[in-house]
Structure formats: structure tokens, C-alpha cells
């Protein structure tokens, strides 16, 4: 799948927490809907088939509990996707990566191995901190191979890891530094290596115990010096990553560091994978560069003035077939049971509104956990994509009220995690976190009915057949 991905270290952002986001895509032509689950741990399998691979694993039998938004339907398997288990470890999985025919080659992919369906499944109910999250990936990656090339991250209250897969078998880490964001748009992102302390201590850099080797021989090394460039060595250059892409990282490093990558340019090959940002990053700047369209540039696809020539040239970050956005938020200063914040939304972010879930819960709201393959509007999934796809036609008319919604959501989410962290001060008492999960449901099925109705009315105004004599 498509999907793009922002990691933002503790330092960088508003409030001293790691944060971790993504979108999931669907492929082109298809869209599949998505729900945000509970997984406990009694129904988890002890034996684990892929439907898609049909790779057979043994599980250990002591799994957690764990938040996840698996597919609706589970036809194509599970695709847990993204989540936070009961110790307040969290990951989402996965970023698809390119790659190139010298590590192919070289390491084939391999056709019953794991894949997205798969990694959250079984990684994240067995691991008690982003560094064990890596150190079980990279076991099941190098035991059981891979199908395709994907990037993976793990947080805990202290660290972030940014995993990547390398051909069938091999792999690499990086843990995020505290004061950087990462960009990562499709691409293999890690642009520097230290093997020294992958095989020493393992303070920044992690991998396969014979990477080394690897790149060694099969001539991969491709630098000029003694600084070894991964993405150079296991990634991709092509025409398609120009338009496909590098602009999505360039445009988020743009907005991030308006004046350090003011020269940065849409199509190029060596745009860095972290930076410093130069203030502090928010949730609803993460919300805004994973919903973002190219908004004051010349490829917006909703440009009404100037040069219009460029429209559409690159892929949106917000597109029509975003499935969800999940922002893991882990908050250093609050109680271990109210850490875990995941901030949500369905369908093209363009037109949805990031909603908190305390993550320390046994049950989801029903308006965000159930979901079926048949269109209904008690599901938030089904009623965010009727939305978009009204107010996508009458963009300008109806992009007044998508933003009021969207200013208003999370204005009332604050309002909600402010008073029931002070309950659960007060009260210890766990079943307070569903409560306001409840009372939030509430807020957003009221607003987002609201919504569905307004787009609605302002699209059946502007229907092709329309007339303005009155007919009574």
C-alpha cells in the first residue's frame, strides 16, 4: 500500500511526547474500509496462516492487549496497521518501500513471507519497548523472509525506531533523535549508517547481524568516502519517486523548516530523511502536512487561480483513497495508565477531523468499531468518505464547514482529555478513560451527521439538473 509517514522525537515536539503518524492508502482504483478495535488477548491465535502469503507461524502464549484498525472486512486478512498494546508500546506498520534490482537480486523477495497484513499482528502484543519491537521484527524478517519491501515504527514514552526492510531477508534500524522529525514518503528513507555502533552498542543503529557483508558483497556501497549512504545502497532514483514521492517529503519539510529547506526542491533525490524543525511540532500539525494537497503551491489540485498547469502534477499526501490517520501520542507527564493517546480519522484527510482515544481501554465506541463492507452512516468510516466524496465536487463552497469541523473536533477533544485526566488523578479509577471515549463518540456523531447533511444539501444544490423557477 501507499501510505505516508511522520515521526516527530520527544524534544521536537509541543509537549515532550514521541509522536508517531501515518496514513494508509489503498491502491489506486480501491478503498478499503477501516475500523479502530480492541484486541484482547484470549481470541489472539496461538498458531497464526496469512491469508495472503500463506506463511504459517507459531506465537508465543502470552500475547497483550492491544488498539488496532484492521480492515473491515478481513477478507485480505487482518492489517492491524496501527496500534498501542497495554504497556504503552506503539507501531504502525506499514510504509511500503522501494528498492532496486542490484538488492533484489541479490536478496529476493520471498513469496511466503510476512507482510503488511501481518507485522502488527506479530510484533506488537509480544514487545515491552520500541527497542524489543525492532529486535522481534528483525527476528520474524530474517526467519520467515518478506514479500516486500516495507518501513516500520515503534515508540515507547522514551524512544522512536525507524525500521526498514532490505530485500527478502535483511534489515536495518535508526531510533529517531529526540530533537528531529522524519519524513518518509514510499521511499527508503535512512540516508546514514554507523555500523560501529549497530555492532557495538546499539545507541542509534540497529541491524541484521550480516548487513555488512551483505553490502559488502554485492558492491552496494555506492559512496565516494567512508560515509555510507543506505538509501543510495538499498533505495530508489527513478522518474516515478520524482512525482510520486520526493515531492510529498519535500513538501513536509517545507512546512516544517520554511527557512532551512527554502531551497529544498519537489524532485530531489537527496532530500534529507530527519531535520531539526524549526519550532516545535503539534498534533494539529501533524493533522494538517497528513491531510495536506500542496495548499499554496502551484500543484494544488483545488487551485482556482494563477498558472493552473501544474495541478495534479504529484501525489497529494491527503488523497482521495487515505483509509485512516493514526497519531500515537505518548505523554510523558501524566500517569503509565493515561499515557497512550491515539488520535484518529477515516477516509480522505482532506475532509475528516482528528478525534482522541485514551488507548487504555477494554472496548472503542461502536461508531468507530464497527464498520462492514455495506455503506451505513452509523460507521465513521463510511460517513467520513460520503463526506469527502460530496464536498470534493463543491470544494470551495464546502471547504468553509470541513474546517469549522475540523477546528471543532479536536477543540472538544483537549476540552475531554483535560477533565478525565484530572478524574483519573482523583479516582484511579480505569473506567473513566471509556467514559470519555464515550463522551467524545457523542461530539463526533453529532458533528459529523451535521456535516454529512450541510455537504449534502450544497451538492444537491449544484446537481447537473438543477433549475432555478420555483415548480409550487
Known amino acids: 500500500m501507499s501510505c505516508t509517514t511522520l515521526l516527530v522525537g520527544k524534544t521536537a515536539s509541543y509537549d515532550g511526547s514521541t509522536l508517531i503518524a501515518r496514513n494508509e492508502d489503498s491502491c489506486p482504483g480501491q478503498f478499503d474500509a477501516k475500523k479502530c478495535v480492541v484486541i484482547h488477548p484470549d481470541p489472539q ?12 507461524i507459531e506465537l508465543p502464549d502470552n500475547p497483550m492487549r492491544y ?10 486478512g487482518v492489517w492491524a496497521a496501527s496500534g498501542v498494546n497495554e ?33 502488527v499482528t506479530l510484533t506488537l502484543p509480544y514487545i515491552h519497548s520500541a527497542r524489543e519491537g525492532v529486535q522481534r521484527l528483525g527476528m520474524l524478517h530474517e526467519t520467515y523472509g518478506t514479500y516486500e519491501m516495507n518501513g516500520i515504527a515503534f515508540s515507547d514514552v522514551n524512544e522512536i525506531w525507524w525500521f526498514e526492510t532490505i530485500g527478502g531477508h535483511h534489515w536495518m534500524a535508526r531510533r529517531v533523535p529526540d530533537d528531529c522529525y522524519v519524513v518518509m514518503p514510499n521511499q527508503l528513507g535512512i540516508d546514514c549508517f554507523d555500523f560501529e555502533d549497530a555492532f557495538g552498542k546499539q ?47 519535500w513538501y513536509m519539510l517545507q512546512y516544517f523548516n520554511p527557512i532551512q529547506a527554502k531551497d529544498f526542491q519537489a524532485e530531489s533525490d537527496v532530500l534529507p530523511w530527519c531535520m531539526v524543525p524549526e519550532k516545535k511540532i503539534t498534533i ?10 500542496y495548499q499554496g503551491s502551484p500543484y494544488d489540485p483545488y487551485l482556482t487561480h494563477g498558472n493552473a498547469d501544474n495541478k495534479n502534477c504529484y501525489r497529494s499526501i491527503g488523497i482521495n483513497r487515505n483509509n485512516f490517520l493514526s497519531c500515537i501520542q505518548l505523554r510523558p507527564y501524566v500517569a503509565k495508565e493515561i499515557q497512550a493517546i491515539e488520535w484518529i480519522c477515516f477516509a480522505s484527510n ?10 487504555n481501554v477494554n ?22 468518505r460520503l463526506i469527502a466524496a460530496l464536498a470534493d465536487a463543491n470544494y470551495s463552497e464546502c471547504i468553509p464547514f470541513i474546517e469549522r469541523y475540523q477546528e471543532a473536533i479536536p477543540s472538544h477533544g483537549y476540552v475531554i482529555l483535560s477533565k478525565y485526566d484530572k478524574a483519573y488523578n482523583e479516582t484511579k479509577n480505569l473506567n473513566q478513560l471509556e467514559i470519555a471515549n464515550k463522551e467524545m463518540e457523542t461530539i463526533v456523531k453529532e458533528q459529523t451527521q451535521a456535516l454529512l447533511q450541510q455537504v449534502l444539501l450544497i451538492r444537491s444544490n449544484n446537481m447537473a439538473n438543477r433549475f432555478s423557477r420555483a415548480d409550487g
Open 45 to 56: 491465535a496461538r498458531h497464526y496462516k496469512s491469508i495472503i502469503s500463506k506463511v504459517e
Open 67 to 76: 488498539t488496532a484498525m484492521p480492515d473491515a472486512t478481513g477478507k485480505k
Open 87 to 119: 504497556e504503552n508500546i506503539a507501531m504502525t506498520a506499514t510504509e511500503t518501500l522501494t528498492s532496486n534490482p542490484r538488492v533484489l537480486g541479490a536478496d529476493p523477495l520471498v513469496n511466503n513471507g510476512i507482510g503488511e497484513e501481518d507485522i
Open 203 to 249: 545507541e542509534n543503529y540497529m541491524c541484521c547481524s550480516d548487513l555488512k557483508e551483505f553490502v559488502e558483497n554485492n558492491h552496494l556501497n555506492l559512496s565516494m568516502n567512508d560515509n555510507f549512504n543506505p538509501r543510495d545502497a538499498f533505495g530508489s532514483h527513478s522518474d516515478s519517486d520524482h512525482i510520486y514521492n520526493t515531492p510529498r517529503a
Open 284 to 293: 494539529e500539525d501533524v493533522k494538517y502536512i497528513l491531510s495536506s494537497h
Open 350 to 359: 482532506v475532509f475528516n477531523a482528528f478525534i482522541p482515544l485514551y488507548a
Open 363 to 384: 472496548e472503542i465506541p461502536e461508531f468507530y468499531a464497527t464498520c462492514t463492507e455495506n455503506i451505513s452512516t452509523d460507521s465513521l468510516y463510511w460517513t467520513s
